[in-house]
């Protein structure tokens, strides 16, 4: 979660996929892995953006984790279903109860938002069919920690060796 002035602005510039190459901890032999992560952003929606704690069913649940003698005893983790929509959240971030409540509305309230928005862009689209389709697959940056450190962001085009600056948040490196 990123807060701040102009947060939205900067983080949507990172929606798309994004791309890692390193050698694996887990590899008997050293192999190079690649995997891939589809970012999406998206504001946190407030409750008072149309959603009432009336239409939501709230069920506390063990959050998931390792089994055996670490076995979560504690019901923290909450689902939050919209009941009008079906759609669904789960919060089990947090140790309490009442802060994965919180978090699993805020979340609820941003999916309920987007899906009332697809519908609107849906109907956008059938109305100007002409537009190009919006499709998923765009990869903005790629991330190589082994053998060499760079990282490229293919929108800017920049480059940058400075991997762990990145990582730790220093985007203004790779973007323009």
Same mark, same amino acid.
């Given at each position: 979660?990123?807060?701040?002035?102009?947060?939205?602005?900067?983080?949507?510039?990172?929606?798309?996929?994004?791309?890692?190459?390193?050698?694996?901890?887990?590899?008997?032999?050293?192999?190079?892995?690649?995997?891939?992560?589809?970012?999406?952003?998206?504001?946190?929606?407030?409750?008072?953006?149309?959603?009432?704690? $009336?239409?939501?069913?709230?069920?506390?649940?063990?959050?998931?984790? &390792?089994?055996?003698?670490?076995?979560?005893?504690?019901?923290?983790?909450?689902?939050?279903?919209?009941?009008?929509?079906?759609?669904?959240?789960?919060?089990?971030?947090?140790? $309490?109860?009442?802060?994965?409540?919180?978090?699993?509305?805020?979340?609820?309230?941003?999916?309920?938002?987007?899906?009332?928005?697809?519908?609107?862009?849906?109907?956008?689209?059938?109305?100007?069919?002409?537009? &190009?389709?919006?499709?998923?697959?765009?990869?903005?940056? $790629?991330?190589? #920690?082994?053998?060499?450190?760079?990282?490229?962001?293919?929108?800017?085009?920049?480059?940058?060796?400075?991997?762990?600056?990145? #990582?730790?948040?220093?985007?203004? #490196?790779?973007? $323009?």
């Amino acid at each position: 979660m990123v807060r701040g002035p102009g947060a939205m602005l900067l983080m949507r510039t990172e929606a798309g996929v994004h791309r890692l190459s390193r050698i694996s901890s887990f590899g008997k032999k050293e192999k190079r892995h690649t995997s891939f992560a589809a970012v999406s952003v998206q504001p946190i929606s407030s409750l008072d953006e149309g959603i009432r704690e $009336s239409d939501v069913r709230f069920e506390a649940m063990c959050a998931g984790g &390792p089994g055996g003698q670490h076995m979560q005893k504690n019901e923290t983790a909450i689902r939050a279903t919209h009941i009008p929509t079906g759609i669904s959240a789960k919060s089990q971030g947090e140790r $309490s109860q009442s802060s994965n409540k919180k978090m699993a509305l805020k979340v609820l309230a941003t999916r309920v938002a987007d899906a009332k928005t697809r519908v609107v862009d849906e109907g956008k689209r059938k109305r100007h069919s002409d537009l &190009p389709s919006i499709q998923f697959g765009n990869q903005v940056r $790629s991330y190589v #920690l082994t053998p060499y450190r760079l990282i490229s962001d293919l929108v800017s085009g920049r480059k940058t060796d400075k991997v762990d600056e990145v #990582l730790s948040g220093n985007l203004s #490196l790779v973007r $323009s």
